[in-house]
């Protein structure tokens, strides 16, 4: 069987290609490609794999972008590097998927499920599913916040933020210039309308955008204490439940 990676980072790309060579000798990686452009030219002029590993993000676009124009595609294993909103997505729509950086483990599942798929001689990714997939992640988040300073009001462009905190059941921005203002959202809310790949959840407090965070500490229980800027009084603490999902948002 064969099979092509399209990712954009090549010790990414390298590094899945062995790990698919010691889980799965019978599948020969017959080509690495590591844009949409590549990939346009490659499938335009070969004939198709028995599988793609198709990176969702690209330099120049999304994977999609491909395989719009390809009149049929064989099984997709998804790559990303995508955080747990993202993921349960994936999971709603029972789509494979490899969180990046990819795990052995989570790589030797997809491969199983592939050949069960080649044995029972089906296909496994219809339209529709591609389209749900797809408009996950075109999915527009929020790029400025309204908020009152005396009688006037300001413009935050997401950028700008640090962090948003929830205290005594208001929720505050924390700008990166040190000031913040309360916001008329929940933090529940913020999860929904944040970019994932640029905010995180630690806990059941704060929302943190990945340009504030200065130091990672090992704390005790499985946790992770966080030096944020600008500074924190009150100690920041990734919860238990999240921290591994924290850590591969940052690619630790």
């Keep these: 069987m064969k099979a092509v990676i399209v990712e954009d980072e090549h010790i990414a790309s390298r590094r899945l290609a062995r790990l698919i060579q010691g889980l799965a000798p019978e599948i020969e990686v017959v080509a690495q490609l590591t844009s949409v452009e590549s990939g346009l030219k490659w499938f335009g002029e070969n004939m198709l794999p028995d599988l793609i590993f198709l990176d969702i993000q690209l330099n120049d676009g999304y994977g999609f972008d491909i395989l719009d124009q ?4 064989p099984p997709i294993i998804f790559t990303t590097a995508y955080n747990e909103y993202a993921i349960r997505g994936f999971k709603y729509n029972g789509l494979d998927y490899l969180l990046k950086p990819i795990d052995k483990n989570d790589l030797r599942t997809a491969l199983n499920k592939f050949q069960k798929t080649v044995d029972r001689g089906s296909e496994v990714w219809g339209d529709q599913k591609l389209e749900q997939i797809r408009d996950l992640f075109k999915k527009e988040y929020k790029h400025r916040f309204m908020v009152k300073v005396g009688n006037q009001f300001k413009s935050f ?16 921005l924390h700008a990166h210039n040190g000031k913040s203002f309360p916001v008329e959202y929940t933090i529940d809310q913020l999860e929904e309308i944040l970019d994932p790949v640029q905010f ?14 200065e130091e990672i500490h090992s704390y005790f229980n499985s946790r ?8 924190e009084e009150e100690q920041v603490i990734v919860s238990r439940e999240r921290t591994g999902n924290f850590k591969r948002w940052l690619d630790l």
């Excluded at 933020?161 to 505050?172: M, P, R, W």
């Design 200 to 213: 995180f959840r630690i806990n059941r407090k704060f929302m943190i955008s990945v340009k504030a965070v």
């Design 224 to 231: 992770l204490l966080l030096k944020l800027l600008p500074k």
């Design 157 to 172: 462009n997401v950028g700008d933020i640090a962090y948003f905190k929830s205290n005594e059941g208001l929720i505050f």
């Design 70 to 73: 390809l009149e049929e595609h």
